[in-house]
């Protein structure tokens, strides 16, 4: 049997981001170099209510979305959460995860079909990490918890201003059978700052999306500024891309490393930034606030030699908050009008194919106005990548998508989605 491999950060933060780790044990070869996907019982359709899905996050699992008509009109399973519930679910789909984001837990669902889902188990993480930490799952059985906290240090003996201290907590959690879950290692370690960090005044103040490879994490960064005059951050992407890297599983002995190709955050907000292809190599979206482009990582450094711009490709100046890998150097990007911006009013995204290897992208023939900004998962099966698609609060459809055609439109549309006002489709899981 062929050997295909990839490993692909789920949420993101969302939840963040979340890893599969799939091998030929897992996923059969469609005989077009692109992976089957996991065997899976269900499609989990996850559903967003109000601002960023804090009034509440919606579930239902079907066997087929290839037809018919998907609602949560009066229907689906309320994923409690003190203020929103960022989900990922075992490969196939049979378990699903849900961190209460807020309520500092993590709760274990048996994924039974319909609206119906029973509760495994539950396991308090605020002790170890707080209330708001993100998360992203890494492999089937291991998702990784991650908070950075700041303090401000001044220079000894006063009350001048010298620098801001990031310290990173970070908790791997065992995900477990049938009933299990557990809290694995649990770090605090301060992340240690760059040149840049001190010649701009800059700190991490966010991670996320991480992935594994080789005894590594890699995590996203963010990094803002401070002003004391003010006592205000200050926003920043002039500055260069940087990844968090620690020892996998123990998550310690932290470095950074950075690339001056692309600047600014890789750390994803809510969609998949990071993925380990099949030779090895880490490819990581940019993009947030600026020009999108992917980088390539290469024996844990930066592999400074490789740049696909987005904008670039498509001809427009986009942003990109990720992207989903699908293998063959092969995936799909969400993107956003840079001059139109990320608000949900300007409704301004889209959804390209971008090949890696060869170097273009395409803009895919999606017909609605489009707000991804939330948007956290799609699903390969039988070849093809399945996404939930729909303007907020109006009628969409999961597409299909052959990631083996070039064309724009290169995809099926499956099962109608049905949508109320102030709804939004977070994914397919």
């Not at 309520?103 to 509760?119: A, L, P, R």
């Not at 700190?203 to 004391?228: E, L, M, N, Q």
């Not at 024996?299 to 030699?305: C, G, I, L, T």
């Amino acid at each position: 049997m062929k050997k295909i491999k990839f490993q692909n950060l789920l949420f993101a933060g969302l939840f963040a981001g979340a890893t599969l780790s799939l091998s030929s044990c897992d996923e059969k070869n469609n005989g077009n170099d692109f992976p089957d996907g996991p065997d899976r019982d269900y499609f989990n359709i996850v559903l967003g209510v109000g601002d960023d899905g804090n009034d509440g996050v919606y579930i239902q699992a079907l066997n087929d979305i290839s037809k018919g008509t998907i609602s949560f009109k009066g229907y689906g399973f309320e994923i409690p959460a003190d203020r929103t519930a960022r989900v990922c679910t075992s490969d196939d789909g049979k378990y699903v995860y849900s961190l209460d984001y807020g309520g500092g837990t993590i709760t274990k669902f048996k994924t039974n079909g319909g609206q119906s889902y029973t509760q495994m188990t539950k396991i308090d993480v605020k002790q170890a990490i707080g209330t708001h930490p993100r998360w992203g799952k890494v492999n089937d059985s291991m998702a990784l918890l991650h908070n950075v906290t700041t303090e401000k240090k001044y220079k000894e003996g006063s009350n001048v201003y010298n620098y801001t201290e990031a310290t990173a907590q970070l908790v791997g959690i065992n995900l477990g059978g049938e009933g299990e879950m557990s809290m694995g290692s649990i770090q605090k370690l301060t992340i240690p700052r760059t040149q840049e960090d001190i010649d701009k005044n800059l700190s991490i103040w966010r991670i996320d999306a991480p992935v594994v490879y080789k005894g590594k994490v890699y995590y996203g960064v963010a990094k803002r500024g401070y002003d004391p005059t003010t006592g205000n951050n200050l926003s920043n992407v002039a500055y260069s891309t940087t990844t968090l890297v620690a020892d996998y599983p123990s998550l310690t002995n932290l470095k950074t490393i950075s690339s001056g190709v692309c600047n600014g955050e890789n750390y994803g907000y809510r969609t998949p930034v990071n993925y380990v292809d099949e030779k090895g190599d880490i490819y990581q979206m940019v993009g947030n606030g600026q020009r999108a482009c992917i980088l390539k990582i290469k024996n844990e450094v930066y592999d400074n030699s490789f740049k696909f711009d987005l904008s670039e490709k498509l001809g427009v100046e986009v942003g990109a908050l990720g992207w989903f890998y699908i293998g063959n150097g092969v995936g799909y990007a969400l993107f956003y009008d840079l001059a139109a911006g990320q608000s949900e009013a300007a409704a301004a995204w889209g959804v390209a194919r971008v090949d890696i290897y060869n170097g273009t992208a395409v803009k895919m023939n999606i017909p609605y106005k489009l707000w991804l900004r939330q948007y956290q998962k799609g699903v390969l099966k039988g070849g093809k990548f399945h996404m939930a698609l729909a303007p907020v609060g109006a009628e969409g459809a999961v597409y299909i998508f052959d990631p083996a055609s070039t064309a724009a439109d290169g995809f099926t549309k499956g099962a109608k989605l049905d949508n109320l006002g102030g709804q939004f489709y977070i994914g397919v899981f």
